[in-house]
Protein backbone atom coordinates (compact mmCIF):
# COMPACT_ATOMS: atom_id res chain seq x y z
CA UNK A 1 0.00 0.00 0.00
CA UNK A 2 2.43 2.52 0.86
CA UNK A 3 5.89 2.74 -1.31
CA UNK A 4 8.81 4.13 0.70
CA UNK A 5 10.79 5.00 -2.45
CA UNK A 6 14.46 3.31 -3.76
CA UNK A 7 16.27 5.94 -0.98
CA UNK A 8 15.48 8.62 0.86
CA UNK A 9 13.90 12.07 -1.09
CA UNK A 10 14.20 9.23 -4.52
CA UNK A 11 11.21 10.86 -6.32
CA UNK A 12 10.94 14.40 -7.52
CA UNK A 13 8.16 15.50 -5.19
CA UNK A 14 9.89 14.85 -2.09
CA UNK A 15 13.19 15.95 -2.85
CA UNK A 16 12.36 19.23 -4.10
CA UNK A 17 10.06 19.87 -1.03
CA UNK A 18 13.15 18.98 1.12
CA UNK A 19 15.78 21.21 -1.01
CA UNK A 20 13.13 24.04 -0.81
CA UNK A 21 12.95 23.31 2.94
CA UNK A 22 16.50 23.55 3.26
CA UNK A 23 16.90 26.69 0.87
CA UNK A 24 14.23 28.31 3.45
CA UNK A 25 16.40 27.58 6.12
CA UNK A 26 15.53 29.73 9.55
CA UNK A 27 12.72 31.52 7.50
CA UNK A 28 10.54 27.99 7.55
CA UNK A 29 8.76 28.05 10.62
CA UNK A 30 5.91 25.50 10.25
CA UNK A 31 4.97 22.72 8.02
CA UNK A 32 1.38 21.24 7.66
CA UNK A 33 1.28 18.15 5.27
CA UNK A 34 -2.06 17.49 4.01
CA UNK A 35 -3.68 14.10 3.48
CA UNK A 36 -6.65 12.33 2.76
CA UNK A 37 -9.04 10.72 4.77
CA UNK A 38 -9.65 10.32 8.12
CA UNK A 39 -10.07 13.33 10.37
CA UNK A 40 -6.78 13.33 12.05
CA UNK A 41 -4.41 16.25 13.45
CA UNK A 42 -0.97 14.44 13.81
CA UNK A 43 2.70 15.72 14.83
CA UNK A 44 5.67 13.32 15.46
CA UNK A 45 6.66 11.25 16.02
CA UNK A 46 5.65 8.54 13.01
CA UNK A 47 8.63 5.95 13.07
CA UNK A 48 7.94 5.49 16.87
CA UNK A 49 5.25 5.30 19.77
CA UNK A 50 6.29 8.14 21.85
CA UNK A 51 6.89 11.64 22.77
CA UNK A 52 9.19 14.49 21.40
CA UNK A 53 10.72 16.98 24.04
CA UNK A 54 7.88 18.90 22.59
CA UNK A 55 4.97 17.66 23.28
CA UNK A 56 3.24 19.57 25.44
CA UNK A 57 3.70 22.43 22.56
CA UNK A 58 3.05 20.10 19.88
CA UNK A 59 -0.55 18.52 21.80
CA UNK A 60 -1.70 21.84 23.06
CA UNK A 61 -1.31 23.19 19.20
CA UNK A 62 -3.22 20.00 18.08
CA UNK A 63 -5.85 19.83 20.32
CA UNK A 64 -6.71 23.66 19.69
CA UNK A 65 -6.86 22.94 16.15
CA UNK A 66 -9.39 20.71 16.53
CA UNK A 67 -11.51 22.91 18.91
CA UNK A 68 -11.40 25.73 16.08
CA UNK A 69 -12.59 22.93 13.40
CA UNK A 70 -15.47 21.30 15.31
CA UNK A 71 -16.44 25.06 16.33
CA UNK A 72 -16.91 25.95 12.37
CA UNK A 73 -19.26 22.48 11.38
CA UNK A 74 -19.36 20.20 14.63
CA UNK A 75 -16.75 18.14 12.65
CA UNK A 76 -14.40 16.04 15.13
CA UNK A 77 -10.84 14.89 14.71
CA UNK A 78 -8.56 13.30 16.73
CA UNK A 79 -5.24 14.52 17.65
CA UNK A 80 -1.94 13.08 18.76
CA UNK A 81 1.65 11.95 17.58
CA UNK A 82 1.44 9.87 14.29
CA UNK A 83 2.68 6.23 16.25
CA UNK A 84 0.18 6.27 18.54
CA UNK A 85 -2.96 7.40 17.45
CA UNK A 86 -2.78 6.06 14.15
CA UNK A 87 0.17 3.66 13.54
CA UNK A 88 3.65 3.97 13.34
CA UNK A 89 5.29 4.67 9.60
CA UNK A 90 8.85 5.53 9.01
CA UNK A 91 9.57 8.06 5.89
CA UNK A 92 7.21 10.74 7.22
CA UNK A 93 7.48 14.41 6.17
CA UNK A 94 6.96 16.13 9.27
CA UNK A 95 9.35 13.30 11.65
CA UNK A 96 12.03 14.81 8.57
CA UNK A 97 11.07 18.80 9.35
CA UNK A 98 11.08 17.58 13.00
CA UNK A 99 14.42 15.71 13.61
CA UNK A 100 16.38 17.40 10.77
CA UNK A 101 15.47 21.12 10.60
CA UNK A 102 14.55 21.26 14.11
CA UNK A 103 10.58 22.47 12.73
CA UNK A 104 8.51 21.58 16.28
CA UNK A 105 5.44 22.87 14.49
CA UNK A 106 5.05 20.07 11.93
CA UNK A 107 2.06 18.28 11.59
CA UNK A 108 -0.01 15.83 8.79
CA UNK A 109 -4.14 16.41 8.93
CA UNK A 110 -5.94 13.91 7.33
CA UNK A 111 -8.43 15.68 5.86
CA UNK A 112 -12.03 13.63 5.61
CA UNK A 113 -12.82 11.62 2.83
CA UNK A 114 -15.64 10.06 1.94
CA UNK A 115 -19.36 10.62 3.19
CA UNK A 116 -19.11 7.48 5.19
CA UNK A 117 -16.11 8.63 7.41
CA UNK A 118 -17.99 12.04 7.93
CA UNK A 119 -19.28 13.20 11.46
CA UNK A 120 -21.35 16.07 12.80
CA UNK A 121 -24.50 17.10 13.03
CA UNK A 122 -23.79 19.49 9.99
CA UNK A 123 -23.20 16.78 7.69
CA UNK A 124 -25.40 14.36 8.54
CA UNK A 125 -28.01 15.76 6.13
CA UNK A 126 -25.84 15.25 2.89
CA UNK A 127 -24.41 11.44 3.86
CA UNK A 128 -27.87 9.96 2.50
CA UNK A 129 -27.68 12.16 -0.72
CA UNK A 130 -23.61 11.44 -0.97
CA UNK A 131 -23.79 7.95 -0.74
CA UNK A 132 -26.69 7.53 -3.47
CA UNK A 133 -24.97 9.98 -6.16
CA UNK A 134 -21.36 9.05 -5.32
CA UNK A 135 -21.68 4.99 -4.52
CA UNK A 136 -18.82 4.58 -7.35
CA UNK A 137 -16.29 6.61 -5.95
CA UNK A 138 -17.03 5.96 -2.12
CA UNK A 139 -13.03 4.21 -1.89
CA UNK A 140 -12.35 6.49 1.28
CA UNK A 141 -9.81 8.63 0.23
CA UNK A 142 -12.45 10.75 -2.27
CA UNK A 143 -14.21 13.30 -0.79
CA UNK A 144 -17.35 14.17 -2.14
CA UNK A 145 -17.70 17.62 -4.36
CA UNK A 146 -20.42 18.50 -1.66
CA UNK A 147 -18.35 18.61 1.20
CA UNK A 148 -15.15 20.28 -0.07
CA UNK A 149 -16.15 24.34 0.58
CA UNK A 150 -17.00 22.61 4.30
CA UNK A 151 -13.80 21.61 4.60
CA UNK A 152 -11.93 24.17 3.66
CA UNK A 153 -13.81 26.66 5.62
CA UNK A 154 -13.28 24.66 8.89
CA UNK A 155 -9.78 23.88 8.04
CA UNK A 156 -8.78 27.26 7.15
CA UNK A 157 -9.14 28.97 10.46
CA UNK A 158 -7.05 25.76 11.87
CA UNK A 159 -4.57 26.33 9.66
CA UNK A 160 -4.15 30.56 10.90
CA UNK A 161 -3.98 29.07 13.98
CA UNK A 162 -1.53 27.28 13.19
CA UNK A 163 0.66 29.62 11.38
CA UNK A 164 0.41 31.69 14.45
CA UNK A 165 1.44 29.38 16.93
CA UNK A 166 4.61 28.88 15.10
CA UNK A 167 5.38 32.46 14.06
CA UNK A 168 5.30 33.60 18.29
CA UNK A 169 7.14 29.94 19.36
Known amino acids: EDYPGKTAFSECESRH ?5 RK ?16 YIMFPYAYAKGHTNFYDQQNGVAQEMKNIIRSVNGREYTAGPVGETLYTCCGTSIDWMF ?19 TSGLAHTTFNAINKLLWKDFLHGFNLSPFEIAGVGEETFPAALYFAN ?3 EF
Open 24 to 39: LGKRLIGFIDFHSYGN
Open 165 to 167: EAY
Open 99 to 117: DKLGLVHAMTIELPGDPLH
Open 17 to 21: LSEYA
